[in-house]
């Protein structure tokens, strides 16, 4: 395998971020509820702000694609200049809580963030079977920078905020960055660390890789899995520090994170399976291992490293799952051949954009799995050319495919 919120509530633009689930491969005993001591990620060589704008760029992309409103607002070559890192001082989304940095230029990072020389060139799977006017170039694979560059231009200069065929666009604007760079890069980050194969200064590593993760520094504060649902206290950004104000590098949960939060909470909620808060694992070994990075002590940071990567990768696993799930509850009152939106408006191309994420980096699947989880999912929402039973069959068997090949607890699969 080449290593290379549920969904965002948008009101008023403001990101009530999901969050995903992160495991450790198998479902296992954990502590419960936002009690995670006083650990925080804060050392004075934190520098990860090129990580964090990567994260907001990602996001914003998917909003500004969201909405026919929106899409008439963006122009072509405004959408690919955001996606290429001419930011020219562009505000970043609205945030509750008073952010720091309003505009891109306020965060701290040299040179720009250009997303598209950012994103692994590696041709995506069973890409040369997406149909006419879903890639730029039908019949042969693509990467997922020509990809985000056809749909980008097909939002901004034709108003669109789908395709013919049913792909959501602003679900591969956002969905596919959050597998490359975002995912990809961090996990390659965290598999040298993990390997042994660290060059250059270990703490600046250490810290990109808790970027692209987009944790907040502490994590108590943002979390409560007291009463189920999303499992964030208050939303994704809070004023830990009381200045008035919200810093987006250290007091607020960013994607990934976010969904690690979500998915542990429907694990911790789940009466029928042992108790497991995945998130705080990961954000706990990420703390561990960049104090002992701070002094020295290098003896566990493989296994910290480790224990943080299994955990993201299966939060991208559960990912699949949740919009599985998804679409198989859509399809639960539809009989005969699915029509459109019978799988729901968004639910297919995150699924379908999640299981990419998982090319870029696994330990678990090999590519015959990968392959045919994708083959399952298709190459586009099958509306007008399979039934429901049918196409809930190909769901079911991609579920199987991830449950087996990370063993996850049956009663959370069906849960999440």
Request: charged share 20%.
């Amino acid at each position: 395998m080449h290593p290379s919120f549920l969904r965002y509530t948008r009101i008023l633009l403001v990101p009530l971020l999901a969050v995903g689930l992160v495991l450790t491969g198998c479902d296992s005993t954990g502590s419960n509820g936002g009690d995670n001591g006083s650990d925080a990620f804060e050392y004075p060589s934190n520098d990860y702000e090129a990580e964090t704008a990567v994260n907001l760029l990602a996001f914003d992309l998917g909003i500004r694609t969201g909405s026919e409103e929106q899409v008439s607002d963006n122009s072509a070559s405004n959408l690919k200049a955001l996606y290429t890192g001419d930011l020219n001082d562009t505000t970043v989304p609205s945030i509750k809580g008073s952010p720091e940095q309003s505009v891109y230029g306020d965060f701290d990072f040299e040179g720009t963030v250009n997303l598209s020389s950012l994103t692994d060139d590696t041709p995506l799977v069973r890409s040369q079977y997406l149909e006419n006017g879903d890639s730029p170039d039908p019949d042969s694979q693509i990467s997922t920078d020509q990809m985000l560059e056809f749909y980008l231009e097909r939002a901004g200069s034709e108003n669109i905020v789908r395709t013919d065929n049913g792909i959501v666009l602003s679900q591969f604007a956002e969905k596919m960055l959050l597998g490359t760079p975002i995912y990809g890069r961090g996990a390659a980050i965290l598999n040298n660390f993990a390997n042994g194969n660290v060059s250059g200064d270990q703490a600046e590593q250490w810290d990109k890789a808790f970027g692209y993760f987009g944790f907040p520094r502490t994590l108590e504060p943002f979390i409560d899995y007291s009463a189920g649902g999303e499992g964030l206290a208050d939303g994704p950004a809070r004023d830990v520090d009381g200045n008035g104000s919200v810093d987006l590098t250290s007091e607020y949960v960013h994607t990934w994170a976010a969904y690690a939060i979500e998915r542990s909470a429907a694990a911790e909620a789940n009466s029928e399976s042992p108790s497991n808060n995945f998130a705080q694992r990961a954000f706990e070994a990420l703390v561990q291992g960049r104090e002992e990075i701070a002094n020295e002590n290098y003896d566990n940071l493989s296994s910290r490293a480790q224990t943080a990567l299994d955990a993201w990768e299966a939060t991208v696993a559960v990912n699949v799952i949740h919009y599985i799930n998804s679409m198989e509850g859509n399809l639960e009152g539809v009989s005969g051949t699915i029509s459109d939106g019978d799988v729901g408006k968004d639910a297919w191309g995150e699924a379908k954009a999640f299981a990419w994420g998982l090319q870029f980096y696994s330990d678990e699947l090999s590519d015959q799995q990968l392959n045919n989880v994708l083959e399952d999912i298709g190459n586009d929402p099958p509306y007008g050319e399979m039934t429901a039973d049918e196409y809930a069959s190909d769901l079911a068997d991609a579920t199987q495919i991830l449950q087996d090949a990370y063993g996850f607890d049956a009663s959370n699969v069906e849960g999440w």
